[in-house]
Structure formats: C-alpha cells, structure tokens
C-alpha cells in the first residue's frame, strides 16, 4: 500500500464477525472472557502499533478483525487497509470513509478526522460483541443517531454486563474526538485490568514463546494480588531472579 514503508501479511481462518452475530441475548462467562481477551490484546494491541506509525485504520469492524484459529484466546490480524491513512495526531483528514455503522461522528459532518476515528469504532465493536447488537439501529436515521451518540443499553443483555464495560463504551462513543478514549486510555481502563484478563494474556504470551503485551513490570503487583486473595497463580509465569541483577553478599 506504501511502498518502504508498511506490509500488511494476513494468514487467518476465521473472524470476529463469526463470534459476534449472536442472538442479542449477551455472551456467557467464558465468551465474556473470550471478547476482553480479543479487544485488549488483540484489537487494542494491534490499533497501539498502527496509530505509533501513524496509521488510521479507518474502517475497523468485526469484518476486518480476523482470528487465527476457533480457540477461545487466539492470535488476531486486522485485514481491509482499503481505507487507512497516514495520519499525525494534529493532521486532520476530511474525506468519508469506512462502514455506516461503525462510523463516527466527525466523518459524518465531514470534519477532520484523527487517530480517534478508530476508537469511535472500537466503542461499536464492543457494544456488539458484548450484546450481539448495534448500539444504533440501521432501520431509523443512523446518521443522526451517531452524530448524537444517541445509544441505549437495553435490560437484555446489559443488565447481565459489568459497569467497567459500559463505561468504556461510553468513553469511547464520545461525539468530541478530545474527549474520546485513546489506545492507552483503553489499556488502563478497569474493565481490561483485571486478574484473569493478565492470566490469559500471560498464558497467550507464553504459548506464542513472546512477550508484547504484558509487562515485567506487572509481574509481582498481580502475583501478590493471587496470594492476596488466595487465587492461583501458575508457577510457570513466576520469574526467576536475575543472577546477574544480585548484589554479592559482603
């Protein structure tokens, strides 16, 4: 697509889109697992790498989220860079781009757009793989629904799906791209932090024998919150100390 600069290699079996066409009725706990997994450690890992190179996707949905494989953690590549761009932070691109429903507003109104216009995607995606149904309906004027964020959560499912979760669909289907959540923000968000997320991102980590997600840095924090609140923590993530780091004794 920019010849010396970026290759974009996808090698996949299934898709996200395959997961979330469900019934509306919201996933259960092991599905519920399954989606943080994919939207941390996948989605959000992948969206960190392109926004640093100053790419915007552009056209984010589960469509374009591909699974390596049906295993409930898998491997994820972001396919369709039809509508990417090279984008900075400050340069704002106007021309409309991407699929109706997981539009934002600023592209609607034809405004400038920056790395903000994925996030605005990321909130949909979410929204749908946690209830299997959009948060604005295609039958009434979508266009006006998205420029007002005017979205609801329905008791079925939502009432089954944590505070932590709409709460980050809330920061995220925000009209003001200033106030909309960044990669980081998302990263951080109590909904993505939590003690089985770090476990399967850990154990993903280990069976793909690299570590790009979590951080050494993490290691004891969770390992005392496992002692702590007597959960298991597996023996094969305990890093042995570092020889080399130990003073001598005098």
């Known amino acids: 697509?920019?010849?010396?600069?970026?290759?974009?290699?996808?090698?996949?079996?299934?898709?996200?889109?395959?997961?979330?066409?469900?019934?509306?009725?919201?996933?259960?706990?092991?599905?519920m697992r399954s989606c943080v997994f994919i939207v941390k450690a996948l989605i959000l890992v992948a969206l960190r790498h392109l926004h640093f190179k100053n790419i915007v996707h552009?056209?984010?949905?589960?469509?374009?989220?591909?699974?390596?494989?049906?295993?409930?953690?898998?491997?994820?590549?972001?396919?369709?860079?039809?509508?990417?761009?090279?984008?900075?932070?400050?340069?704002?691109?106007?021309?409309v781009v991407g699929t109706p429903a997981y539009l934002a507003p600023e592209v609607l109104r034809s405004k400038g757009y920056n790395r903000s216009l994925d996030m605005w995607s990321v909130g949909v995606i979410v929204y749908v793989s946690l209830s299997g149904t959009f948060?604005?309906?295609?039958?009434?004027?979508?266009?006006?629904?998205?420029?007002?964020?005017?979205?609801?959560?329905?008791?079925?499912?939502?009432?089954d799906i944590s505070a932590e979760a709409t709460d980050l669909i809330n920061n995220l289907l925000q009209v003001k791209m200033r106030k909309r959540y960044s990669v980081d923000k998302c990263l951080s968000h109590p909904w993505?932090?939590?003690?089985?997320?770090?476990?399967?991102?850990?154990?993903?980590?280990?069976?793909r024998g690299e570590r790009y997600i979590t951080h050494e840095?993490?290691?004891?924090?969770?390992?005392?919150?496992?002692?702590?609140?007597c959960l298991l923590y597996p023996k094969h993530f305990i890093m042995a100390p570092n020889l080399d780091d130990m003073e001598e004794d005098p």
């Open 192 to 207: 993505l932090q939590d003690y089985q997320t770090w476990l399967d991102l850990r154990e993903f980590e280990t069976r």
């Open 217 to 229: 840095s993490d290691d004891t924090r969770w390992e005392e919150f496992g002692d702590e609140h």
């Open 58 to 95: 552009c056209d984010l949905k589960p469509e374009n989220v591909l699974l390596a494989s049906a295993e409930p953690f898998p491997q994820v590549k972001l396919c369709d860079f039809g509508f990417a761009r090279i984008i900075g932070e400050k340069s704002f691109r106007r021309s």
């Open 135 to 159: 948060p604005f309906n295609e039958d009434e004027d979508i266009n006006d629904q998205i420029q007002n964020a005017a979205f609801m959560y329905p008791p079925t499912p939502w009432k």
């Open 1 to 31: 697509m920019w010849p010396g600069r970026t290759s974009v290699n996808v090698r996949v079996r299934t898709g996200l889109a395959r997961r979330t066409a469900g019934s509306g009725t919201g996933p259960c706990d092991d599905e």
